[in-house]
């Protein structure tokens, strides 16, 4: 294994924006599957406030590499979008962005992929709804030439193999360690008997999976817990609301919730707040919304987790780019993850 370190460093002239880029590993392999040796590496891309501007970058190449996201209502894919918007522009591709109506659109997605073959795009960039049933469409994606590279929610590798769906690389973050220490910051202020609960994404998704192993394992290592439910609000801060009232009716006692994202961990947030009685139960989340930010900061929520979007969305757009000229990509790269809590979140 071959490995290349690239740094790339644009420093802050006269008030403009730093871009910093650090410690990018291209790892040669002989041939690429779903998944395969795994990158860590740890990236920041800031932003600034800059506006989305339409659907497409200024057309500078002739190579089309079109994002493909789940929803634009939760605010983590708005994220990925920026950095994959910054890399175009950095890179010189003409970027198309599309996306579901909400994170369970599978059925749209798919339709949008459809489309991209129709339109001859060069690559598509995929945070897939579905672990599953997005591989038959974008098998026939790889067969008319069109490179694939997954990012967020890792494809099925048994499903991809048995379907030929081959050389794609994945771009994420160990969704089941960022679970664990989301999980195990609210499990170690337990000290008495307590019930609790899991709220888990799509069930058909790897990374709603994931992280319900990583809570499940975090909760397991304290003998004051009981765990009495794991049920699924499919992302969505209106399902949760109503799945964490329904709990209270199984489980009036529930002390603690791990929410498989911020959306559902700010749904059970607003029912507790309607609930009288129930100012002392523990939230744990995961993406780092701003929401969830200033709900830590107010004693609402107890902790989220970093995992860095917008270095999903521009590594997408960059390793797609790098196919496209032939060059070789890690198979698997995991972008480094961070707790953020009260005692670490910034004012």
Avoid: H
């Avoid at 370190?5 to 410690?23: D, F, K, T, W």
């Amino acid at each position: 294994m071959l490995v290349n370190i690239i740094q790339i460093i644009a420093e802050r002239v006269l008030g403009m924006r730093i871009v910093s880029l650090l410690l990018l590993a291209l790892v040669t392999f002989g041939t690429i599957g779903c998944s395969g040796g795994k990158e860590s590496t740890s990236v920041i891309i800031d932003n600034g406030t800059e506006n989305r501007q339409g659907t497409q970058s200024q057309n500078t190449s002739n190579k089309n590499v079109a994002l493909v996201m789940k929803t634009l209502t939760n605010p983590f894919f708005i994220e990925m979008e920026k950095g994959a918007r910054l890399a175009a522009k950095e890179m010189g591709v003409n970027l198309i962005v599309k996306t579901g109506a909400e994170e369970t659109s599978v059925a749209q997605q798919i339709a949008i992929i459809e489309e991209l073959i129709d339109d001859k795009v060069d690559a598509i960039v995929i945070a897939p709804a579905s672990s599953t049933e997005l591989i038959p469409v974008l098998k026939k994606a790889q067969d008319a030439n069109i490179s694939i590279v997954n990012i967020d929610n890792q494809l099925d590798t048994e499903v991809c193999r048995k379907m030929g769906l081959v050389n794609v690389p994945f771009i994420s973050v160990n969704n089941e360690q960022g679970a664990y220490l989301s999980a195990r910051y609210i499990s170690q202020k337990i000290t008495t008997p307590t019930e609790v609960a899991i709220l888990e994404g799509m069930t058909s998704a790897g990374n709603s999976q994931e992280r319900k192993n990583g809570a499940l394992r975090a909760f397991k290592e304290n003998p004051n817990i009981r765990l009495v439910a794991v049920e699924t609000a499919n992302w969505k801060i209106d399902e949760a609301y109503a799945v964490t009232g329904a709990l209270y009716k199984r489980f009036p006692n529930i002390g603690a919730f791990f929410c498989g994202n911020d959306m559902m961990a700010l749904g059970t947030i607003k029912y507790l707040g309607e609930s009288s009685g129930r100012k002392q139960v523990l939230v744990a989340g995961y993406d780092a919304l701003d929401e969830a930010k200033e709900a830590i900061k107010q004693g609402k929520q107890a902790v989220t987790v970093e995992q860095q979007a917008d270095v999903q969305g521009y590594l997408g757009v960059k390793y797609a780019l790098q196919i496209l000229k032939g060059e070789q990509v890690p198979p698997e790269t995991l972008v480094d993850v961070k707790i953020i809590a009260s005692e670490n979140i910034k004012e």
